[in-house]
């Protein structure tokens, strides 16, 4: 069973930049297409991006042109590249596979955008 494990987040003004990373113990990050998911205060959890084993990029559209996500595969590693991060972003935000199959979610990092 994979073991996901996100970190990065934390704290920052409105305008700021955070990364996060999410490291795959157990598990390949190479062999799924994975993305970056997050869950706001009272709020269902969204998707939002996506980079496939091809390295192809998807985005909601309400972080098209702020955020990156990429892999680094030597390091078994996904990252999410936040700029110009705004209040509403703020959630807690989770690794997993994309299009979601029961892989376990891991305890996710939480991004704070203060205004």
């Known amino acids: 069973q994979v073991q996901l494990v996100e970190s990065g987040g934390g704290l920052v003004q409105a305008g700021g930049s955070l990364r996060l990373s999410c490291l795959a113990f157990?598990?390949?990050?190479?062999?799924?297409?994975m993305g970056w998911y997050r869950q706001g205060p009272g709020k269902q959890r969204d998707w939002v991006a996506a980079?496939?084993?091809?390295?192809?990029?998807n985005y909601a559209d309400s972080v098209k042109g702020r955020f990156t996500i990429s892999r680094d595969n030597a390091k078994n590693t996904v990252y999410l590249q936040m700029n110009s991060l705004k209040p509403e972003d703020t959630a807690v935000y989770y690794c997993n596979r994309v299009p979601y199959d029961g892989q376990s979610w891991g305890q996710g990092t939480q991004v704070t955008v203060s205004s």
């Open positions: 157990g598990g390949r990050v190479t062999i799924n297409a």
């Open positions: 980079i496939s084993t091809s390295g192809i990029t």
